[in-house]
DNA sequence: TAGATTGTTAATCGATTAACAATC
DNA sequence: TAGATTGTTAATCGATTAACAATC
């Protein structure tokens, strides 16, 4: 079985590369707090600084999409917050499955930026009995036996996964038998999926790991730079028990 | 005020990539798995399928770190365990505080992937007073009017900041002026940094929003491509009301 | 017109990958 | 030795960025 399009590189969908995808939603969120404030239009420098990345890389974003600025004004908030909304598909509804209603499943069903941007939690699904029928965030909570036919009538295509990481592959097998054809994993598994899936992954562990490897590079330079260095001729390497 | 190290292009660190540094976990977590069944060694073929990147990636990934692996035979599980958890500083101890303790900040303090590489839940910390003293992951919450006194006497230099996107810059600078200098932050909000501090994003919906995009691309594809798609000549653009 | 700002070009940089010599 | 597999090279590809012509 294949890995699917699992982290893979620039698939360029329509020509816009990956990495302007990834921005898209920070660009929109900026323009979504414009328009909270009735602000008619916004030029390259001031949106790119609001997004937190530089003017020339928001330009040459923005021309993948199209030509919606003017020169020597800026671009119309309201129309570029559409065109972006479009882009990402977010002019229609989606409904998401999650799957693994502990606390960090909770939190997601919680989370009011969920609904606000064209999602919408179709339904709730725990493997435990006794979850069955609670109500999380005003949801009652389904019983995963029942995920098949949740998937079907309510024509859902993105799932998220926040099992424990033994579940996670069954879960996914099963979502995406039932038609499912995104998934979103917190779980610390790698998910093998079928060509076609789209996989994308939350790992609280592996962020942790890449700001420790940053944080020590800081102490060590520090210190000299010694910290983190392979001994050396006559040095010994420590070995762990 | 500049933006510190957010989402920065690769500082080679010690001349390691940026890209590789973020795979090092993957690695790591994919050898862990296999000393636990007592796997001796393992060869990049068979380490890189584990991790689900390509075993040419994988071994140019190595490269950096050294050579610690031996042709003709593979890599040794325990030996390279070792050099990758102390490349990425997991063979210290790294004391984390999460500030917001909701259901997020919960399943955050819950998880148990933090103790068992190196990191150690400090301290929790909400802005609630009725949350203070609370148990939450065997650990009583503690107030944010103490923050400064919980990141001085317990040495701590990560910060997860898991409040509402309203309190996460504020929460964020008392953070960095206490000598936070690296941030995992969960709420939908860019921070603000000064120069020397790291911090690493995680946001639901954006990813949510990526994969809607890809959603909407198959979509399309299904349908003859024509979804998603600018208007042409004479076709109306349909703006919002 | 003068000033401002976009959209695009071209250079640069970093990441990926296949291929294979080195070597266990 | 023969077979296996690493470590490295070099080609390719994608992403970033500065600079500026186009143009409002």
């Known amino acids: 079985m294949a890995t699917g399009r699992q982290h893979r590189p620039a698939t360029r969908s329509r020509g816009i590369p990956e990495a302007t995808v990834a921005r898209l939603p920070l ?6 707090a414009l328009s909270e404030r009735s602000v008619p239009t916004v030029s390259s420098e001031e949106l790119a600084s609001a997004a937190g990345v530089n003017s020339a890389k928001l330009r040459k974003d923005f021309s993948y ?15 570029l917050v559409y065109q972006i909304s479009r882009e990402l598909g977010l002019t229609q ?7 693994g209603i502990g606390n960090l499943g909770a939190a997601l069903a919680n989370y009011g930026g969920f609904a ?16 069955t029928g ?21 024509g859902v295509s993105i799932g998220v996964i926040t099992t424990p990481g033994g579940a996670a592959q069954q879960v996914c097998e099963r979502l995406v038998a039932a038609g499912v054809t995104s998934i979103l994993n917190f779980a610390p598994t790698v998910l093998t ?19 420790a490897f940053h944080e020590q590079r800081k ?7 010694q910290v983190g ?7 010994q390497a420590v070995m762990p028990a």
Chains 1, 2 share one sequence.
């Not at 660009?27 to 979504?32: E, I, S």
């Open 27 to 32: 660009y929109l969120r900026a323009l979504t």
């Open 65 to 79: 999409l199209g030509s919606y600025g003017t020169r020597g004004v800026g671009y119309d908030v309201e129309y």
């Open 93 to 99: 509804d989606w409904p998401v499955v999650i799957v």
């Open 116 to 131: 606000s941007r064209g999602f919408r939690v179709a339904a709730l699904i725990d493997a435990d009995p006794a979850m």
């Open 134 to 154: 609670k109500q999380v965030a005003g949801i009652a909570v389904q019983h995963v036996d029942d995920l098949e036919t949740i998937i079907h009538t309510g």
């Open 193 to 211: 999926v079928p060509e076609g899936v789209d996989v994308r992954k939350v790992d609280l562990s592996i962020e942790l790991q890449i700001l």
């Open 219 to 225: 102490a060590a330079e520090e210190m000299g730079g």
């Open 229 to 235: 260095r392979e001994p050396g001729d006559g040095e």
